[in-house]
């Protein structure tokens, strides 16, 4: 048995995706899809997406949240997918600063770890040109150049603690960006879902098969 823990934002969540909630979810399907088809579940994937939520909540919730779903003797992949809502500018700075961002990062890989997880870090999805600098419907401010930064910095910790990474960013504007968002700008829409878990379920296949 595999489990497979993905710990992140509304994104992750699901929020926007009207047609099958989200790309967790579409991937949970699949696998109860494949117990269901072969009578022996293989993986099971939590979807453990919170609304709204840094990487000041995720330490705040992970150790407990790992401890609660890992036996002894299973397989275990952890998904981070976080950024969106750390980048947001508040007083004139990021909600959670660069540095910071990469120390929860880091704690909580350094804790997954001690379980021998294999661990996929997920980098920030860009946002459509109209609310580049500017305050969106539910009243958070973001910038492209800060979002790209905190995905350099996600790749570089990806190599310094040999994690997986997925380039995330690079498969929206790949694929005209503005198609695969939700009309707040930040959310991907069912179409950006289903690419997501496009991408993630290839590179999940690349660790678990």
């Excluded at 088809?37 to 979807?47: R, V």
């Excluded at 350099?152 to 968002?181: G, P």
């Amino acid at each position: 048995m595999l489990k497979i823990l993905c710990f992140g934002d509304s994104i992750t969540l699901g929020e926007k995706d009207i047609e099958q909630g989200g790309w967790a979810d579409r991937l949970k399907k699949q696998y109860f899809q494949q117990f269901v088809d072969s009578q022996t579940q293989k993986i099971t994937l939590y979807n453990l997406g919170v609304a709204g939520e840094t990487t000041d909540g995720l330490v705040k919730r992970f150790d407990s949240e790992l401890r609660a779903r890992n036996i002894k003797g299973q397989g275990l992949i952890v998904v981070f997918a976080y950024g969106a809502n750390d980048v947001v500018i508040h007083k004139d700075k990021n909600i959670v600063p660069e540095s910071y961002f990469i120390r929860n990062l880091k704690h909580c890989i350094e804790s997954a770890k001690k379980f021998k997880a294999d661990i996929l870090l997920l980098n920030l999805l860009p946002i459509t040109d109209s609310i580049e600098g500017t305050v969106n419907q539910h009243g958070k401010l973001r910038f492209d150049h800060d979002i790209q930064a905190y995905n350099s910095t996600i790749k570089k910790l990806s190599h310094e603690m040999n994690c997986e990474y997925l380039d995330l960013y690079a498969a929206f504007v790949e694929n005209d960006k503005e198609e695969y968002l939700s009309s707040d700008g930040v959310h991907p829409n069912s179409k950006g879902h289903k690419l997501l878990y496009q991408k993630i379920k290839q590179k999940l296949s690349n660790l678990t098969f």
